[in-house]
């Protein structure tokens, strides 16, 4: 990998990392603080909600620094948001199955570091197939032939 290549690998990350961090300081602000004046049994609830919140902070920022747009707004808002829902629903069925144990129910936000950075991954790819309509594995877009060199 040559460095134009490494580039091309690592600062669309970077742009990703810093807008994701600033939307998971909006879902964990919002996630402690109904944590804090609720009932534990509705943490799943507050997770989807603070989770939705960052969500949309989120397609805010990578639409706006991080990638470029593709396709349509309103397709990439759906296909965005559609992704966000799996991540949702699998990011709170693993917190809820994680605060049963009895580690994790102590440690909530360590709980939400490793549900964090387990689903960074999924996130970047599945947006960036969203709003750049690329594939996983390649800069190409999905519905091109990828250029062969001779």
Known sequence: MNKSQ???FII????????S????SVDYSIFFLLVLVSNPDFIPLIQSFAYACGVL?????????VFSLNRSL???FSMSMTFSLIGMGLSTLAIYLLTKLPFFSEHLLLTKLV???????YNFYANRFAF???GVFSSVKV????????
């Open 6 to 8: 490494l580039k091309d």
């Open 12 to 19: 669309p990350k970077l742009k990703y990392g810093i807008a």
């Open 21 to 24: 961090g600033i939307a998971t």
């Open 57 to 65: 902070a989120n397609f805010l920022l990578r639409k706006t620094f």
């Open 74 to 76: 309103s397709l990439t």
């Open 115 to 121: 549900i964090t950075a387990t689903f960074f991954i």
């Open 132 to 134: 750049e309509n690329k």
């Open 143 to 150: 519905d091109e032939e990828p250029k062969v060199k001779n």
